[in-house]
Each structure stands twice: as structure tokens, then as C-alpha cells.
């Protein structure tokens, strides 16, 4: 079983940058989709972005199209969200998730807090 830790969460200025990374147990994970999603005070948890097990698609929610880059390292079983011209609104807890099967994110990491000021 895979299993999932993140790191790379901080207080940040608006306008400002970090990269999260996640990094997976096991010998499995480059077979395996990927997806970051977040969740602010109060709200759903929501869709960030997904990347295939090789790393030649990735998908986007529009609100951090542009500004937001997911990558993966399978030869060291970490994919990373890069995350540019950070807006207060981006402020939440993000997770790191993996989808097996092609059908849906079954394991998730422990989440890595993300604060952005204004």
C-alpha cells in the first residue's frame, strides 16, 4: 500500500511562490495518477490539478491555471505542485492523493498547511 506525506507548506505574501512535494512508499507509484487538491476553513475540499502516471498529461482547475505547475519524479517517487503568484484565496490545507486504477483517488497524504497573506 502506498502511502503519501507532504511537505513544502508555509506562510507566504501574495505574489509570492512555493513548491509542496509528496512523497510516496512504495514500489508502485510511478504506475499510479496523481492529483493535489485543497481544502480552505469552511469549504469542500476541492480539485487542484492531476497529472498521469508517466507525466505527460496534467490537468488544471481554472483558478490555478497559469500559476500552478504539478510534476513528478517516479525515480524518486515525489511529485511536487509548484505554486506561483500566490493569491490569499489559495490559503488551505493541500493534500496529495493517488488514483490506482484510473477511476479514482483512494489514498491520500496527511495534508501540508499553505497560508497566503495579503
Known amino acids: 500500500q502506498v502511502q503519501l506525506v507532504e511537505s513544502g507548506g508555509g506562510l507566504v505574501q501574495a505574489g509570492g511562490s512555493l513548491r509542496l512535494s509528496c512523497a510516496a512508499s512504495g514500489r508502485t507509484f510511478s504506475t499510479y495518477a496523481m492529483g493535489w487538491f485543497r481544502q480552505a476553513p469552511g469549504k469542500e475540499r476541492e480539485f487542484v490539478a492531476h497529472i498521469t502516471w508517466s507525466g505527460a498529461n496534467t490537468y488544471y482547475a481554472d483558478s490555478v491555471k497559469g500559476r500552478f505547475t504539478i510534476s513528478r519524479d517516479n525515480a524518486k517517487n515525489t511529485v511536487y505542485l509548484q505554486m506561483n503568484s500566490l493569491k490569499p484565496e489559495d490559503t488551505a490545507v493541500y493534500y496529495c492523493?493517488?488514483?490506482?486504477?484510473?477511476?479514482?483517488?483512494?489514498?491520500w497524504g496527511q495534508g501540508t498547511q499553505v497560508t497566503v497573506s495579503s
Open positions: 492523493a493517488a488514483d490506482p486504477y484510473g477511476s479514482s483517488y483512494d489514498i
